[in-house]
């Protein structure tokens, strides 16, 4: 199996290695999401992303490297802080596993190579910004930059090629943000409320730039069946969307090529 940039054959078919690399994704995946989630409160909480060490949030408390194990520490600290015993959010042990189970995703879809980094760094910043949105309804822009950063740099390196890569995702994302920037204004205009924010127009041009207009368009689906199914759980009318457009993009990501085949296969394409 050729993933552009490495042969993933050896992986796959030698045990060992396999599950070295399974292994080695799920342990950073959790690493990643630990300061993906530091990172996002900060922002969330006005802090400097390089103001000292990781302290509690309730007594601030800087923490030791037993404190810091992703998922581990909190279970063997039973979701308390160490040194005031006050409840540690569950968000921090959740958010860890899953980028790492994101992570195992993204090997076990695309292989060991430049597509699979692409789809991890990507699942980074989609934490992050979901994570702020979820606290303050606002879709941090440099996220969204580091999403664009990261699909130009990768743009040589993956199996598609770059002029085709970019012949399906430019217009992708630009029917994707204009299509729904179009809708957001009319539905706001008739109904005289805000329906979604700047942020959530621009995570649908990431989405559209990397999955093109079909992708997109599955993924714009998927991100609104995610949205009622968030809001009627947590019984709130108005809730953070980038989550659910991040969730979309994700599954569109690995489960939506079959998907659409399948449709297509349906009505004879």
């Known amino acids: 199996m050729n993933t552009g940039s490495f042969h993933t054959d050896l992986i796959f078919t030698s045990g060992v ?17 630990s300061f993906i989630n530091c990172m996002a409160w900060r922002i969330a909480h006005g802090e400097k992303i390089t103001g000292g060490r990781s302290h509690c949030t309730t007594c601030g408390h800087v923490l030791g490297p037993l404190d810091l194990v992703p998922i581990f520490s909190y279970l063997f600290l039973r ?14 042990m959740i958010t860890e596993l899953l980028l ?40 941090p822009d440099r996220f969204l930059i580091a999403a ?10 993956t199996v598609t ?22 809708l957001s204004l009319l539905f706001d205009k008739v109904t005289g409320k805000e329906s979604l924010g700047g942020g959530d127009i621009k995570l649908y041009f990431v989405a559209g730039l990397y999955l093109g207009p079909i992708g997109g368009l599955l993924c714009l689906i ?40 399948w449709y297509a296969g349906l009505l004879g394409f």
């Open 17 to 33: 290695l396999t599950a070295y690399v399974l292994i080695l994704a799920f342990v950073l995946g959790s690493v990643f999401g």
């Open 161 to 182: 090629p770059a002029l085709d890569q970019l012949k399906s995702g430019i217009p992708g994302a630009l029917i994707l943000c204009v299509g729904m920037l179009l």
């Open 79 to 92: 979701g308390r802080c160490r040194y005031c015993h006050d409840k540690i959010s569950p968000r921090y």
């Open 100 to 139: 790492a189970v994101t992570f195992l995703g993204c090997i076990l879809r695309y292989g060991l190579g430049f597509d699979a980094l692409r789809w991890m760094a990507l699942s980074c910043c989609l934490l992050g910004l979901s994570l702020v949105d979820l606290e303050t309804y606002l879709i």
């Open 222 to 261: 998927l991100s609104c069946v995610i949205g009622l199914v968030f809001s009627a759980l947590i019984k709130q009318k108005r809730i953070p969307f980038g989550p659910s457009i991040s969730a979309a993009i994700l599954l569109t990501a690995f489960f939506g090529s079959p998907l659409i085949d």
């Open 148 to 157: 664009l950063v990261i699909y130009a740099v990768t743009l040589p390196f």
